[in-house]
């Protein structure tokens, strides 16, 4: 048994070094926490971004924070925010709900952050939110569109463009430009985006006096969908509308045009990624979705151009996607509300972030409504045009 | 109790601690079952899963206190856990393996269809209760009704199980009955933890308990050394610290964490602390402390 001694000081050891690297640092913070009570925060704002980095939502994260790092190196370059720079504190939960709280906790108790941008997904903004809410730290996410999300309290924002405006916006499209009045509705079960979302449409639908032929279920990770899409053929739909995320969106159309279906696909921004593209190939082609932004090179403001050129010119000439934009304005958004309340203290900013009204951003304009709820305008319907994506049309919400 | 640690500790390692705990109820409870007992099982996110939302239910819908929440929980995990285990206990090896990672699978696909679980969107505004208080004491509390378990008949006889079955009926071990109470105990655990895991994130998804978390808690207890209590607890700390304390290294974190686990195995294949007893380690009093200390959480 000498042996097994041997191991177990040797690993008793490794965590204590494990835990001591981590409290070592924890006291140093301590110190540091004190001194920015006494000379009212150090020389730098500090904002926290919570996402994935890796895991299965990985794609929303990393574009967010490119948009993220943007906005704060053009704040810092115009000479930073009430005279200090913004530092960006960047953490990855791997795509899990559990590590999302603990990287909202580390954010908040060890990097002392004023504001939160994130998460991309609602599933683990809602986990994130009471946190910030109890700790009074303002957290504004760049891509929750779920239900829920912003009634935990009055230090949660979200500055996206939600599926309750979106889709009734493109529903009444559907109907009246494009003349549809039979489709199929596409739910993604385990998916929290999709069951959401699929509720809206559905009452967009019957307010559009539109008729829903079939429905059916498919699972975030299924591979086949021959068995849905047999299901739905013998339809005579114009459409699908289609509620879950682009994997299966690509898949789910390669299985449609392999069977013979000439339909469309109509879906939210779940399906905004490169990934639709490229894995659904032709099969993709004439597919629409809305989403808060697109890159549309007659419509869009002096800005919008601007924050495009920037975008292109680090990133080897590829277009910015909706994640990249919000994040962008998330951080903008949060930069002018500390100017307007000349603080970085998140009791008094996030009055004035609440204040917000027909602010212009990147994205496009966006106003917090009593319940704090952005309102934005307009809503871009997106189509698959020879593999790239066009802007079809924009749709001005009032 | 709750006041000393936020005097030394700041939420974030609260958090952390307060998670390793809850893991440590839970991969406890695993121990029992596939360590001790011998019997694979894939499952063990799922109970923890039937536990949280139980706790969750009970805490959002008919406000009883937390204590009653988290009982309850450990009982409707544990009543599943035989409800699963009659039938399926019969099996062996693989087979109960794959029987066990489908149950896990269904335990996820009807919590995502049933209304009041929220389904897809989860289920949020759950109390925050849980404290590391009383994550400290549940996981003293878990530690010492295993060690008591190991070291009784029934114990003795979960082990004769594991060595051999046939060998130990021969002995008068009524086997089927034995196993059952086994993954009880065990799915009783686990369906604590999870009533503490959901009183702490305050939201749940299906999501979080699919079958890579119940990969997690095995690996748990493989990599601590299968049947050790001490190896369960420190397969555990090791695994769940790991992964928050490399993240200084950022972007190569979970590379670590990987090499970390296959270093580890081919050192250690039994696992870190393979067939080391707890009973063994009381007598070296050195080496304890610092044992318990580390998994306790009191650093």
């Excluded at chain 1, 905004?272 to 869009?300: I, N, P, R, Y």
Aim: charged residues 20%.
């Amino acid at each position: 048994m000498k042996k097994s001694k041997i191991y177990f000081i040797l690993s008793a050891l490794m965590i204590t070094a494990l835990l001591l690297t981590g409290c070592g640092g924890g006291g140093d913070e301590k110190k540091q926490a004190e001194g920015e009570k006494a000379a009212t925060g150090g020389d730098t704002i500090k904002i926290g971004f919570l996402g994935a980095k890796t895991g299965g939502h990985a794609a929303y994260g990393v574009e967010t924070l490119k948009g993220i790092k943007m906005a704060v190196e053009d704040i810092n370059t115009a000479g930073g925010l009430l005279g200090k720079k913004i530092e960006i504190v960047e953490e990855d939960h791997g795509s899990k709900v559990s590590e999302g709280t603990t990287v909202t906790q580390k954010l908040i108790t060890r990097d002392k952050v004023v504001a939160i941008i994130g998460d991309p997904t609602t599933g683990i903004t809602k986990a994130a939110a009471p946190i910030a809410q109890q700790n009074k730290v303002v957290l504004l996410s760049a891509g929750a569109v779920g239900p829920g999300v912003v009634e935990i309290g009055d230090y949660i924002y979200r500055d996206v463009l939600l599926n309750s405006v979106g889709a009734p916006a493109v529903t009444k499209y559907l109907n009246e430009k494009l003349g549809w009045k039979k489709v199929v509705v596409v739910t993604s079960m385990n998916n929290d985006f999709s069951v959401g979302l699929t509720d809206l449409f559905k009452e967009a639908l019957i307010e559009n006096k539109m008729e829903i032929v079939g429905e059916q279920s498919i699972q975030d990770g299924d591979q086949n969908f021959a068995a849905q899409v047999t299901a739905i053929k013998d339809k005579n739909a114009d459409g699908i509308i289609f509620t879950g995320y682009y994997t299966e969106g690509a898949l789910f159309m390669k299985e449609v045009r392999k069977q013979g279906l000439k339909s469309v696909l109509v879906g939210g921004d779940g399906l905004m990624s490169d990934v639709f593209l490229k894995m659904g190939a032709e099969a993709v082609e004439g597919s629409m979705f809305f989403c808060g932004f697109a890159v549309d090179e007659t419509k869009s403001s002096d800005k919008t151009k601007k924050f495009i050129e920037a975008y292109k010119a680090g990133n080897n000439g590829v277009q910015p996607d909706y994640f990249s934009v919000q994040g962008y304005d998330a951080v903008m958004l949060i930069a002018d509300a500390i100017k307007a309340a000349n603080s970085d203290d998140p009791e008094k900013f996030r009055v004035e972030l609440a204040k917000t009204k027909n602010w212009e951003g990147v994205s496009g304009t966006i106003t917090f409504d009593e319940s704090r709820e952005p309102i934005k305008s307009p809503v871009y319907l997106l189509e698959v045009k020879e593999g790239k994506l066009a802007v079809k049309d924009t749709i001005e919400v009032k | 109790m709750d006041s000393i640690f936020s005097m030394f500790l700041n939420d974030y390692y609260i958090q952390v601690l307060t998670m390793l705990g809850i893991y440590l109820i839970a991969a406890l409870g695993l121990n029992l079952i596939t360590g001790v007992t011998g019997q694979l099982s894939f499952g063990h996110a799922a109970f923890l899963s039937i536990g949280a939302y139980t706790s969750a239910i009970i805490s959002l819908k008919l406000q009883l206190p937390f204590v009653v929440a988290l009982l309850a929980a450990g009982l409707m995990t544990a009543i599943w856990g035989i409800l699963l285990g009659y039938p399926t206990l019969r099996l062996t090896g693989d087979y109960l393996g794959i029987a066990t990672l489908g149950f896990g699978e269904i335990v996820r696909v009807v919590f995502l269809n049933m209304k009041i679980t929220g389904g897809a969107l989860g289920l949020a505004g759950i109390p925050r209760s849980t404290s590391l208080t009383m994550v400290i004491i549940l996981v003293f509390i878990t530690i010492l009704a295993m060690f008591r378990l190991e070291n009784s008949r029934f114990g003795r006889s979960l082990i004769a199980i594991r060595e051999d079955e046939i060998a130990a009926e021969a002995m008068g071990i009524n086997i089927t009955k034995t196993k059952i109470t086994a993954f009880a105990l065990g799915t009783f655990f686990a369906g604590v933890g999870g009533g503490l895991y959901a009183h702490l994130i305050q939201y749940l998804n299906p999501q979080d308990f699919g079958f890579v978390k119940s990969f997690d808690f095995l690996a748990f207890i493989v990599l601590g050394g299968l049947g050790s209590i001490p190896g369960a607890i420190l397969g555990t700390t090791v695994l769940t610290l790991a992964p928050e304390f490399l993240r200084f290294v950022a972007d190569y974190r979970m590379m670590i964490y990987g090499l970390l686990m296959v270093f580890m195995m081919i050192v250690r294949p039994r696992g870190l602390l393979g067939g080391v007893k707890l009973s063994r380690l009381f007598a070296k009093k050195k080496v304890q402390t610092t044992g318990t200390s580390a998994s306790g959480g009191a650093n």
